[in-house]
């Protein structure tokens, strides 16, 4: 079965600090994978995606994501942190069934300091 | 496009009544998804349908919960009776087909539920 590990429930860092949100997914065929962003009293919104056009993915608000098929890994980056980053991230794989199922990660907090 | 429209943003019941959620998808999406949300447990699958037929349920905790999709363009979750431990954020979201490639999901702005 699919799964997908996120690495720190919670991650703290200065305002223009680099941001590195860990993501390890374990699937026996190359996967379909997510960043999921949830501000505050909000829904999810997709961050970016890894179909397998390219291994370096960039999303919105200046946010990439590098898969790495030897390390099973999809870890979130941001060169500098801003005040309006803090929020829920979550990492999702998608089920291999191809009925479109993600199975979402925990979720790591992102917390912002000035 | 409007996105995933679900109502009400928030509820406030009590104990023992029934309650309601409402969410349209967005047009053209064949898969529709119920989710719940609380910070013991985080996002939960509850439901999806595909092509208003449901093809997983599996996530439902109980009994007293129940879905339908009687078209394309409107589904509901219900819980009869609610207890307070249903309290949390219930999701709705939807997608086009996986196999035409996996586009991930449109989620609304959730369905904030308390049961008093």
């Known amino acids: 079965a699919q799964s997908v590990t996120q690495l720190g429930s919670h991650v703290s860092v200065s305002e223009g600090a680099l941001v590195l949100l860990r993501c390890n997914y374990s699937?026996?065929?190359?996967?379909?994978l997510f960043w999921y962003v949830q501000y505050p009293n909000q829904g999810l919104q997709l961050l970016l995606k890894?179909?397998?056009?390219?291994?370096l993915v960039k999303g919105i608000n200046g946010f990439e994501a590098e898969f790495k098929k030897s390390e099973t890994s999809f870890h979130l980056t941001k060169p500098s942190a801003h005040m309006s980053d803090a929020a829920e991230y979550f990492c999702?794989?998608?089920?291999?069934?191809?009925?479109?199922?993600?199975?979402f990660g925990q979720g790591t907090t992102l917390q912002v300091k000035p | 496009d409007a996105g995933v429209i679900q109502s009400p943003r928030h509820e406030v019941t009590e104990m023992g009544q029934e309650v309601t959620l409402r969410c349209k998808p967005i047009?053209?999406?064949?898969?529709l998804f119920w989710y719940r949300q609380t910070m013991m447990r985080g996002l939960e699958l509850l439901i999806y349908?595909?092509?208003?037929?449901?093809?997983?349920d599996s996530g439902m905790p109980e009994d007293r919960f129940s879905a339908k999709m009687p078209n394309a363009s409107f589904s509901t979750l219900k819980i009869q009776p609610s207890e307070p431990r249903d309290s949390a954020v219930y999701f709705c979201?939807?997608?086009?087909?996986?196999?035409?490639?996996?586009?991930?999901?449109?989620f609304g702005s959730g369905t904030r539920l308390t049961v008093v």
């Open positions: 890894y179909t397998s056009a390219a291994t």
């Open positions: 699937s026996s065929v190359p996967p379909y």
């Open positions: 999702v794989v998608s089920d291999l069934s191809n009925t479109g199922k993600l199975i």
């Open positions: 047009s053209g999406h064949d898969y």
């Open positions: 979201a939807s997608s086009l087909d996986a196999r035409q490639g996996n586009y991930g999901y449109t």
């Open positions: 349908f595909n092509n208003n037929v449901p093809i997983d």
